[in-house]
């Protein structure tokens, strides 16, 4: 396959160039000003950019268990549409992961689907926040982290004794920080308040640099919570923060616009909190965009809004709410926006991926940061976004995962 006149997004020399790219037997095997090379599989990108494939590290195919809502052959497929080459699977399925049983049968099936497919185990047994599950037996079976995204971790020696074994496997933690003490109702700012976020941020952050050990807090929503994880980072190197789009794109009005469709857990917050996460963006206090990728049915989000279940799809609105909202309207540089979706999510677990190179593996996207599209329809089997319907600006045209073409527009390039 043969690329040519692509601007290259270049995260290791934090440049954008125009080049043309040779890929073969699956490999980048050519980075160039001009590439002449009679090839059966040519790709036109004058006035694309190009990129690593991105990488999730926050993402629920509700399989198995609610595979009503999603499965990993049609989360797969709504990756792919989104420029997303590998994901990472939390644990909160039924079963939920906390057995290597559940683990290994979730990887066997995640294969061939043209996405990677990674898989956190759980922290306690059972979601329960009482035991820890053997993390030596799920990380030799293949789980690369360990979360129980969804609850908070409340005992705090569990979460210290959590963060000293996962040390030995270099594996991160990740964490959902929301004290349901401060929590009257799930899904609204004014019912589950930063306070909630913040005061789980503070204890945890402090436990991390006490251990020495890899700590991922997810969907950070509020500006008092980045400041201690901003001050917390000043001690180390191994904290890192997730935020999702809809939390720098979205505030609480959108409830009323959306309502439950714009319910999730943490809440959307004030117009500050957002700029907040804006400016943590910017000074690198948030190093990952995420998406909490949440597919439910049509017919629980139609409940009452305290009733409905919290969560939205994202994983097709990611790159281009990232490209107009923190590129186009507040000036981020775009290669620091590709890093947080494909190098630094590589380095919080380790992955030998991330960075475009000759000797790489091809696993890349394609897309246009200027072509205004309304978004229709989801490749989910769930449709639960405030974004259906809005007018995006910033499209994926191809997905490329070991050389081989597994997304494109039109679904016609077999390359």
Do not use: W
């Amino acid at each position: 396959m043969l690329i040519k006149n692509i601007n290259f997004i270049d995260t290791i020399a934090n440049g954008i160039r125009r080049v043309d790219m040779l890929i073969e037997d699956g490999i980048v095997s050519a980075i160039e000003e001009c590439i002449e090379k009679d090839d059966p599989c040519v790709i036109d990108g004058s006035g694309l950019y190009i990129s690593h494939g991105l990488i999730d590290t926050h993402v629920h195919f509700r399989d198995p268990g609610q595979t009503y809502k999603e499965d990993l052959t049609t989360g797969a497929a709504a990756a792919k549409r989104g420029g997303y080459t590998s994901v990472l699977l939390m644990a909160n399925t039924k079963p939920v992961v906390d057995n290597v049983d559940t683990l290994e049968d979730i990887l066997v099936r995640s294969k061939d689907l043209g996405v990677k497919i990674y898989q956190n185990a759980t922290v306690t047994k059972g979601m329960l926040g009482e035991e820890l599950v053997d993390m030596d037996a799920l990380h030799k079976a293949g789980a690369i982290g360990f979360t129980d995204d969804g609850k908070p971790i409340m005992k705090a020696k569990l979460l210290y004794d959590a963060l000293i074994e996962a040390k030995k496997y270099d594996a991160p933690i990740s964490l959902h920080e929301e004290d349901p003490f401060f929590i009257k109702k799930a899904g609204k700012n004014e019912t589950a308040p930063a306070i909630a976020e913040a005061v789980m941020v503070a204890r945890d952050a402090y436990l991390a640099v006490k251990a020495d050990s890899k700590l991922n807090f997810q969907h950070i929503s509020s500006a008092d919570a980045l400041e201690i994880i901003r001050n917390y980072k000043k001690y180390t190197d191994k904290i890192f923060a997730e935020v999702t789009p809809h939390h720098f794109t979205l505030t609480e009005e959108a409830v009323e616009k959306h309502g439950t469709l714009a319910k999730m857990n943490p809440p959307l917050r004030t117009a500050a909190d957002r700029e907040a996460i804006t400016r943590a963006i910017k000074d690198g206090t948030i190093d990952i965009i995420a998406t909490d990728h949440a597919p439910h049915a049509a017919e629980e989000k139609a409940k009452d809004f305290f009733s409905a279940p919290s969560g939205i799809i994202g994983l097709e609105t990611a790159l281009p709410l990232a490209i107009d909202e923190l590129h186009h309207k507040h000036g981020i540089d775009l290669v620091k926006i590709i890093k947080m979706l494909t190098v630094n999510p590589a380095r919080l677990y380790g992955l030998e991926e991330g960075v475009i190179k000759v000797g790489s593996m091809a696993d890349l996207v394609i897309f246009d940061i200027k072509e205004e599209y309304i978004y229709e329809k989801s490749s989910s089997k769930s449709q639960n976004s405030p974004f259906i319907g809005e007018k995006l600006k910033g499209k994926v045209k191809y997905t490329i995962k070991d050389g081989k073409v597994v997304y494109s527009e039109d679904n016609r390039f077999n390359c």
